[in-house]
C-alpha cells in the first residue's frame, strides 16, 4: 500500500490505527507492506519513529500493545517524492522495486490521502511510470471534485488511467457497521419495510453534527465547507441507504444502481427552494471557543459555512411528499450521528397524555454514532384507573449484540479493497449525480455573495433559522436548537 500524503492528519488520525487494527486481527495479507510518500523527508526508522508515537495519540489505550505497534509499525517504509513532479514517481517507482528485491511484483494499493488538489494531478504520473495496471488499485478520498465540472473532469482523468474496477472513490461513512446496518435493518427483516413509504412516514431527519471546530485542517476545510465536506457525501449517503429500494442482490452493481436512482431522484432546488429550504451557518466565538474566523489558517471575513441545514425532498412513488431534513455542523454541543424517522400519527386519539401532550408521536431512531443503537417509541396504558397513555422507548444497543470489538471504518473499507470489493465505494455516475444536485446551490452561494449567512454561537445547535426550517412540518429538530435564551448571541454574518 502506497500512501500519498504519508504524514498528513487523515494518515495520523484514521489509516494508520486502521491499519494497525488490521494488522491485530490479523487481516492483512501474507507479506503486506506500507509505503509512505510526500514532500517532507524521512528515514524508514524515523518515519516508523513518528507513527508510533502518533498511534500511541489517536489509539485507545485498551489497543495499544507494545509488541504488536513495534511489528506493525516495522511494515512501514518511506520515500520522500513530490507528488506534483514526474521525479517523485522514479523515486517511488525505484522504492518498489527494492522492497520487492527482485522478485515477482507486488500488487499496488494506491491510497490518495492528499489535499483535494492532488486528486487529479497523481493518477497520470502513475500511467507514466507504468504503476497503473491490473491488478493496482487506486482510493481516492472525498470530496471527489469540487463542483460537477471538477467532479466530471476528474473521473475522466480517472478513466483515462485505470479501468472503473481499479478506482475506490471512498465515503469512509458507508465503513460504518451502523450505516450497514441500517440495509440490514430494513431488508434482512419482514416488519418495517411496510410502513417505510409516505403512507406511514410523515418526516425523516438526518443528522450528523461534531463539536469540535476545523482544528489543523483550516486550509482544506476553508476552500471546501461543510456542504462539500459533509452533505455532498456523508448526508447525502445517509439519505441515500435510508430511502433505496432493495437490491436484487448485495454485489457491487446492484447496490450502487439502487443508490443511483435516489440520488437522480432529489427534487431539483429551484433558486426560490434555495432560499427557503437551506440555511447555513458558521460559528462565532463563545465564551470558551474562538469564532471559525479567529481559526488557524482562516481569513477575517471568510463566508465558508461550518452549518448547513436543508430540506429536501425524493421524487419517487415511495417517497414523494415525505421531506429529510439534514443537518450538519461544526462546533456544535456534541458529536452525534443519527436518522430519525418519524411516522404518522394515529388517525382518531382518543386517550389522555400526560403532561397536556395531544398525542403519542411514534419515531425510530437510527443511532449511528456514539452511543450505537436503534430506539422505538410508542405509547403504553400508564398502569392505574382511567386510561392515560405515556410515551416509552424500546431501546436496542449494539454492544449487546457481538462481544466482537467494532471494526473501524476506514479498516473495514480498506479491508475490501485489498480484497477487491467495491461495494461499498461511490461509481463515477453516483457521484456526477450528487454534484449535479448540489450544483444549483453552489452556483447560487457563489454568484450571490450576499445570499445569507448566519453565526451561530461555538457550542449552540446551529442557527435558529435552521427551527424555522423544520417547522414548517409543525415540529422541532430532534435536538432543538433553542438552547440559548440570549439571542442576541445570534447573527447574521
Ligand atoms: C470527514 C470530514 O469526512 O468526516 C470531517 O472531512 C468530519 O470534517 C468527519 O469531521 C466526521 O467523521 P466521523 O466518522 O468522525 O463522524
Not at 304 to 312: C, G, P
Not at 313 to 338: A, C, H, M, Q, Y
Amino acid at each position: 500500500m502506497i500512501i500519498f500524503g504519508a504524514s498528513g492528519d487523515l494518515t495520523r488520525r484514521k489509516l494508520m490505527p486502521a491499519l494497525y487494527q488490521l494488522y491485530c486481527f490479523h487481516k492483512l495479507p501474507e507479506g503486506f507492506r506500507i509505503l509512505g510518500t510526500g514532500r517532507i523527508h524521512y528515514e524508514d526508522e524515523a518515519y516508523q519513529e513518528y507513527i508510533g508515537k502518533e498511534l500511541k495519540e489517536f489509539l485507545p489505550s485498551r489497543d495499544q500493545d507494545e509488541e504488536a505497534l513495534k511489528a506493525f509499525t516495522s511494515l512501514l517504509h518511506y520515500v520522500a517524492a513530490d507528488p506534483s513532479k514526474e521525479e517523485g514517481y522514479q523515486a517511488i517507482k525505484k522504492r518498489l522495486e527494492e522492497m520487492q528485491g527482485g522478485g515477482e511484483k507486488s500488487s499496488l494499493l494506491f491510497y490518495l490521502a492528499t489535499p483535494p488538489s492532488l486528486y487529479g494531478v497523481i493518477p497520470p504520473f502513475l500511467k507514466k511510470a507504468g504503476l497503473h495496471e491490473e491488478p493496482n488499485r487506486i482510493v481516492v478520498e472525498k470530496p471527489f471534485g469540487y463542483d460537477l465540472e471538477s467532479a466530471r473532469k476528474l473521473n475522466q482523468i480517472y478513466k483515462s488511467v485505470f479501468e472503473e474496477e481499479q478506482i475506490y472513490r471512498i465515503d469512509h461513512f458507508l465503513g460504518k457497521e451502523t450505516v450497514q446496518n441500517i440495509l440490514a435493518f430494513r431488508f434482512a427483516n419482514g416488519i418495517f419495510e411496510p410502513l417505510w413509504n409516505r403512507n406511514y412516514i410523515e418526516y425523516i431527519e438526518v443528522t450528523a453534527v461534531e463539536n469540535m471546530g476545523v482544528e489543523s485542517r483550516g486550509g482544506y476545510f476553508n476552500s471546501a465547507g461543510t456542504l462539500r465536506d459533509m452533505v455532498q457525501n456523508h448526508l447525502l449517503q445517509l439519505v441515500a441507504i435510508t430511502a433505496m429500494e432493495p437490491p436484487v442482490s448485495f454485489n457491487a452493481d446492484y447496490f450502487r444502481n439502487e443508490l443511483l436512482k435516489i440520488y437522480e431522484s432529489l427534487t431539483p432546488f429551484t433558486q426560490e427552494q434555495i432560499s427557503r429550504n437551506i440555511i447555513r451557518g458558521q460559528y462565532t466565538a463563545s465564551d470558551t471557543n474562538p469564532a471559525y474566523r479567529q481559526e488557524k489558517d482562516i481569513p477575517e471575513d471568510s463566508r465558508t459555512e461550518t452549518y448547513v441545514a436543508m430540506k429536501i425532498g425524493i421524487d419517487n412513488w415511495r417517497w414523494s411528499g415525505v421531506p429529510f431534513f439534514i443537518r450538519t455542523g461544526k462546533e456544535l454541543p456534541t458529536k452525534v450521528t443519527e436518522i430519525v424517522v418519524h411516522f404518522k400519527d394515529a388517525p382518531h386519539q382518543m386517550f389522555s397524555y400526560p403532561g397536556g401532550k395531544g398525542k403519542i408521536v411514534n419515531t425510530l431512531i437510527l443511532r449511528i454514532q456514539p452511543n450505537e443503537g436503534i430506539v422505538l417509541k410508542f405509547g403504553m396504558k400508564l398502569p392505574g384507573t382511567g386510561f392515560q397513555v405515556q410515551e416509552v422507548s424500546m431501546d436496542f444497543s449494539y454492544s449487546q449484540l457481538s462481544g466482537e470489538p467494532v471494526m473501524d471504518a476506514y479498516a473495514r473499507l480498506i479491508e475490501d479493497c485489498i480484497a477487491g470489493d467495491a461495494t461499498l465505494f461511490n461509481r463515477s455516475d453516483v457521484v456526477e449525480s450528487s454534484w449535479t444536485f448540489l450544483e444549483p446551490v453552489l452556483t447560487w452561494w457563489k454568484e450571490h455573495a450576499e445570499a445569507p449567512l448566519y453565526g451561530y454561537p461555538a457550542g449552540t445547535w446551529g442557527p435558529i433559522e435552521s427551527e424555522a426550517l423544520i417547522s414548517s412540518c409543525g415540529t422541532s429538530w430532534t435536538n432543538p436548537c433553542k438552547n440559548l435564551t440570549d439571542t442576541d448571541k445570534y447573527c447574521e454574518l
